[in-house]
Each structure stands twice: as C-alpha cells, then as structure tokens.
Nanobody, 121 residues
Framework: QVQLVESGGGLVQAGGSLTLSCAASGTIYSINIMGWYRQAPGDQRELVATFTSSGIINYADSVKGRFTISRDNAKKTVYLQMNSLKPEDTAVYYC???????????????WGQGTQVTVSS
C-alpha cells in the first residue's frame, strides 16, 4: 500500500507564506515525479509544480517567482514553499507522486488526501 500524507495547509493573510509537505510511504520501488496540484471550488484540478527524479522542475505560470518546490529523495518527501500568497491561491492542494511499487510494475499516479490553503484579503 502506498500513502501520501500532506501537512502544512491553513489560513494566512495575503502576502503571507506557507510551506506544504508530502511524505510518501509504503511499498515503493522508485518515484519518478512528485508534485503539487490544486483545486478551487468550481474549478478543475490544476498543476502547481512538479519535480522529476532527474531534477527537472516545472511551475504553473501563476506561481512562478512565488512558489518553490523541493524534494528530499531519501525521505520520499516533497515540499512546496509558498510566498507572497494571494487570495486566488485559495484551494485544496493535492500531493501527487508517479511511482513504481516494484521493478515489474509500470509507474502509476498516487494522490494525497488534500490540504486546504485559504488566503484572506
């Protein structure tokens, strides 16, 4: 069983900062991509940032220069440092990991339960 456990969400004023963490646990052979997505009420889930096993980082245009993704492979953990938060960043943030549970299995996507981030104006 694979679990992704997120932490760090909460309520913050505009201009403030939050750091999200997501730790993967269970039977894991390798992790290809770890990342963050978010979903605001009435909207589709959208990519925020991803970090591949080879070190390639991708950000949504809306968060470039404000958010920083990092990854600790030894801890199987991905972080999202969010600065200069805006009310439009309000959403449920989901951790995603594309990983293999064994050498013989193809990579699959796993999701965390989501953590609420609310930015007040």
């Amino acid at each position: 069983q694979v679990q992704l456990v997120e932490s760090g969400g909460g309520l913050v004023q505009a201009g403030g900062s939050l750091t999200l963490s997501c730790a993967a646990s269970g039977t894991i052979y390798s992790i290809n991509i770890m990342g963050w997505y978010r979903q605001a009420p009435g909207d589709q889930r959208e990519l925020v940032a991803t970090f591949t096993s080879s070190g390639i980082i991708n950000y949504a245009d809306s968060v470039k220069g404000r958010f920083t993704i990092s990854r600790d492979n030894a801890k199987k953990t991905v972080y999202l440092q969010m600065n200069s938060l805006k009310p439009e960043d309000t959403a449920v943030y989901y951790c995603n990991a594309n990983l293999r549970v064994s050498y013989y299995r193809i990579p699959q996507d796993y999701w965390g339960q989501g953590t609420q981030v609310t930015v007040s104006s």
